[in-house]
């Protein structure tokens, strides 16, 4: 079975950093994008961070470009999100989806459970 | 304000048929192609359809995705009162190099 797991999440203050994982199983997942989509509280979906199968393209929201990095493990199945000078309005469940291909950032078949982060101080 | 524009709401009774719609533009819907998601309250998105109008396994043909030039559409019929959730569009955005998705339409079977 397909499955992804975030952690990482929690409280940190404003300018703080944290940096979010997702365990995936069930695939080989070298071979397909990863994504970061986020939801703020009673708010719609927003796309955060893609990176391809091998690692080596990365794209970013406006929104968080220069404070988060998206990167991947394969040899550990582990997918991951590090996000530095935090703001409130980073406050939100992030979810880790799969792509179902190497060249598609917009179709996730997969997600997770999701992550709380909570910036406050 | 999200760059693909949906209504925040929409009703219908069981039984019926219900269109949700997803307004975007050049760089987005009319070069790419558009996906649709379900969110029950408080679980995960779910893939719906891709590729305008592909389903995935599982998913039943009650639910059906057009698109015609900056737009798309999802439809659904037969509405079940399990039918009530959050819908989404989205796509990738070639100008931004980014996903992005809808506001969301909330869905009230009544």
């Known amino acids: 079975e397909v499955q992804l797991l975030e952690s990482g999440g929690g409280l940190v203050q404003p300018g703080g950093s944290l940096r979010l994982s997702c365990a995936a199983s069930?695939?080989?997942?070298?071979?397909?994008?990863m994504i970061w989509v986020r939801q703020a509280p009673g708010k719609g979906l927003e796309w955060v961070s893609g990176?391809?199968?091998?690692?080596?393209?990365?794209y970013y929201a406006d929104s968080v470009k220069g404070r988060v990095t998206i990167s991947r493990d394969n040899s550990r199945n582990t997918l991951y999100l590090q996000m530095s000078s935090l703001r409130a309005d980073d406050t939100a469940i992030y979810y880790c989806a799969k792509s179902p291909g190497d060249d598609n950032y917009y179709t996730l078949d997969v997600w997770g459970h999701g992550t709380t982060v909570t910036v406050s101080s | 304000q999200s760059v693909l524009t949906q209504p925040p709401s929409v009703s219908a009774a069981p039984g019926q048929k219900v269109t949700i719609s997803c307004s975007g533009g050049?760089?987005?819907?009319?070069?790419?192609?558009v996906s649709w998601y379900q969110q029950l309250p408080g679980t995960a998105p779910k893939l719906l359809i891709y590729d305008n109008n592909k389903r995935p396994s599982g998913i039943p043909d009650r639910f059906s995705g057009s698109t015609s030039a900056t737009s798309a559409t999802l439809g659904i019929t037969g509405l079940q009162t399990g039918d009530e959730a959050d819908y989404y569009c989205g796509t990738w955005d070639s100008s931004l190099s980014a996903g992005v998705f809808g506001g969301g339409t909330k869905l009230t079977v009544l």
């Open positions: 050049g760089s987005n819907i009319g070069n790419n192609y």
């Open positions: 990176i391809s199968g091998g690692g080596g393209y990365t």
């Open positions: 069930g695939f080989t997942f070298s071979r397909y994008v």
